[in-house]
């Protein structure tokens, strides 16, 4: 009936109306998510739990050494699989830029393993978002595909 079909629809305008929101939310909640987890990753004064003060005990910089071998990785994956999952894969393509950049030296804090873990999830995010890993290129529009 005429009823049944304008309450369905005001359902649907509805569902889509709440969906909207939640995708704004996602979007910002991401955004906040990576910004708080790039500034642990990007730590000012030479990284996180990095001493500032030369002459401390060897036995100190060695800890501090292995928590950052332990936990940046760990770091890294929990905020590759968030933009993953929200899809900004095109995030993901830039985070591999500060991995690998010399400034920061975080791909040191990798075994080989998760190193190639990593570059593999990079390198199916940057097919998911049709952009060039290395950023040689501009991703390929529909009008320039021949």
Known sequence: TFSEQVAEEEKKKSYEVALQRWEQNLCVQTQLT????????????????????????????????ALRTQCIPSTTFLLVNVLRESGEDRAVVELSDYIASEQHQLYKLFNQQELRRFLDLVYESSIRCECDPLQFSEPKSEENIV
């Not at 708080?36 to 005990?57: A, H, R, S």
């Open 34 to 65: 990576r910004d708080k987890m790039l500034n642990v990753l990007l730590f000012i004064d030479g990284g996180w739990l990095v001493d500032e003060v030369e002459g401390t005990e060897p036995e100190r910089a060695e800890q501090l050494h």
